[in-house]
C-alpha cells in the first residue's frame, strides 16, 4: 500500500488514537442515509450500502479463515486469529467512521492491522469515495486530474455476481483499477504528497535562478467569465489593494481591446495581466442589458473539423500578445447553464497554439462565480452526497476541466474556484501560475 503519511508509531498507539473518535460518530449512526444513498452522474452508480455489502462480506470471511492460534506457529495466518476492539463494530459503523476520516487517517488506519490494511485497500470503498467527493474539489489540475474513464470500468465482470467477487486476493487486487491511487493525488488534502519529487539538479537549478532577479512575467487574461457575470472580476481585482495590491494604472496595450495591469503578489514578485475582451465596453454592456451576444473580436470562425468542432483562428493583435506573455488566465462562467463548451475549447486551443513554446505555457482558468454561496446553500454540505452534489450553484472543477478539454492539452493547467466578489481561490490561482513560471515564491 502506498505512504501516504509519515507519522510513525506502534501500531497498539494507532488503535488506541482511532478507537478514542466513535464516541462523536455513533452519534451519527442513525443518519442512514449516509450508508445507502445513490451516486448519481453519468458513471456506474454506487451506494454506501453496496460498499458495506462487501465489507461485510470480507470481514466474515477473513475472521472464518482466520482458524486457531497454534502455539509456536508465527506464520501471518496465525499472527490475527480474532478480532480486535474496532474490528467487532458492526461494519455499517466501521463504515461510516471512514466517511468521516480524511484521506492520511483512513491510510493510518490500516496500518491498525491486517485486517484494516485489508479493508481500507478496498477498491469500491475508494470508487465511493472518488465519485463522494470529487465534485467538491476546489481545484484540480493536469497532475492531480482524475482519469473519469476509469469510473466507466464495470466494477466485476458480466456474468459474475458482487457476492461472488474476490476483493482481496492478489490477483484481483493486482487486476482492479486503482481508485485508491486515484483519489489520493485528486484529493487536495493529500495531493501535495503524491506529487513527484523534483531531480536534484531541478533543485539546484531552481535555488540557481532564484539568486538572478527574475523579470515580471506577463499573463494574458480573457474568457466569458470576465464579461457575463454580475459582479466584474477584472473591477474587484483594481479594487482590491488587501488581496492583490496595484502596482501600474491600466495602459492601453492593443487596439482598443485589452489593457495591462501590474499587481503584487504577497509583498514578494510583480507580475502584470493583459486583459483581453470580446469587444468594446459599450457593446458589452449594451449585450448584457439585452442578453443576447455580440460578436467576438478577439478569434475569427474558420469552419468546422472532421467531428464537427469549430475551428478558431486568433486575431492578429491578439496573436502578438500570445507570443510576448508567459501564461494565459481563462476566466470561465461557472455559475448552472453558462457556457458553451466546444467553443471555449475550441477558442483555448488557438490561443495556446499562437504562444511561442506554446506547450511549455502554464493555463490558469478561474471557474468564476459572481457571489458566494448562501447559507441555505452551504447547510447542504451537511447532506448526503447526493442531495449536496445536486444542489451546487457552481460547475465543480473536474467538469469544468472535461468541458474545456483541457485533460487533452499538452500545457499544464490548473482548475481553480474563484468568487469574483470576494476573489477568494485567486490567490490559489496566482501563486499556481507564478511557480509554473519559475518565480520563487517564499513559503510555498
Known sequence: MPRCSQQQGSKAD????????????????????????TMAGPTQQLSGSAVIRSLRRFRDRYFTNAGPVVEGDLTDAAAEPHPGFLDSFPVDVQFLIMTFLRPVDICNLGAASRYWRAVVRDPLLWRYFLLRDMLNWPSIDH??????????????????????????????MESTVDYMSEYLKGCPSSRQQWLPSRPAYEVVTSFLQSLVPSSEPRYAMFGPGMEQLDVSLVTRLMYAPDILPMLGTPQRQINGIGSGISYMFKNQHKFNILTLYSNNRAEREKAKVQEHSISNKLFTFEGTDDSGSPIYSPAPQVQQVCQVVDGFIYVANAEPGRGDGESEAAQIRAVLSSAQDSATRPLLVLSCVSREESEEVRTTRLQPAASRNAGRCRTPCVDMAKRLGLPQLANPWMVQDTVAESLSGLLDGVSWLLRCSRVKLYGS
Do not use: F, H, N, Y
Open 143 to 172: 497532475v492531480s486530474m482524475p482519469q473519469l474513464e476509469m469510473l466507466d470500468v464495470p466494477l466485476i465482470d458480466q456474468g459474475e455476481s458482487l457476492d461472488d467477487r474476490e476483493e482481496w486476493d492478489d490477483k484481483g
Open 14 to 37: 494507532r488503535c488506541d488514537v482511532i478507537a478514542s473518535g466513535p464516541r462523536w460518530v455513533l452519534v451519527a449512526v442513525g443518519l442512514s442515509s449516509l450508508t445507502c444513498e
